[in-house]
């Protein structure tokens, strides 16, 4: 029986911790569930193996009278945000029951998926580091321009993916390989290394590697 492939959080902040050579190490602090499971799904009745944790409890009026009555079936209260976790197996976890940071331990490998902070429309130069014009008088007005686009008569067109300006973060970003580097969960609290996506207090799935 499989059990949950992760758990659902919201990231506080970044910090230090200091490991046992006295050096400091860089750490993300996640607060991670407790996450009820809300719908257990199995392959044969929906076509695949996966359950779908909720985290932040809100209040009933908050919430719509279809996710109301999805969240009363579990009967562990309605919450802000649902996410579903494949699974390559039968589900060994029950609806309402709930996961925490007890199933992560130090030293363990993770995914970490966020959504990146928006930074607005960026021109070239901040979304693709492009070097821009020289600053001379030969280049007026064009310094920070992205310069030709275009293809020839054939085939007259500008290809997709183009590297152009446009709306630069806010997207789904996944961080591969970040390890764990300590479990509170008499605090609910995981400490990553490094960075993670997203802002203070956004939303992150912490998945096993």
Known sequence: ?????????????????????????????????????????????????????????????????????????????CFRSLREMRLEGPSGLNVGTGVDVTMFSAGDLVRVTGRSIGKGTAGVMKRWNFRGACASHGAEKVHRNAGGIGNNTEPSKVWKGKKMAGRMGNRQVTV??????????????????????????????????
């Not at 607060?31 to 996966?50: F, S, T």
């Open 1 to 77: 029986m499989a059990e949950s492939t992760g758990i659902l959080g919201k990231k506080l902040g970044m910090t230090r911790v200091f490991a046992s050579d006295g050096s400091a190490v860089a750490v993300t602090v996640i607060q991670a569930g407790p996450c009820p499971v809300v719908q257990v799904k199995n392959a044969e009745k929906d076509g695949y193996d996966a359950v779908q944790l909720a985290y932040g409890p809100i209040r009933e009026k908050l919430v719509g009278k279809p996710l109301a009555g999805h969240f009363a079936k579990a009967g562990a209260g």
């Open 176 to 209: 591969k390989n970040v390890k764990i580097v300590a479990v509170r969960p008499e605090d609910n609290v995981i400490l990553v290394g490094g960075p993670v996506p997203g802002p203070k207090n956004g939303l992150v799935m912490v998945r096993r590697q």
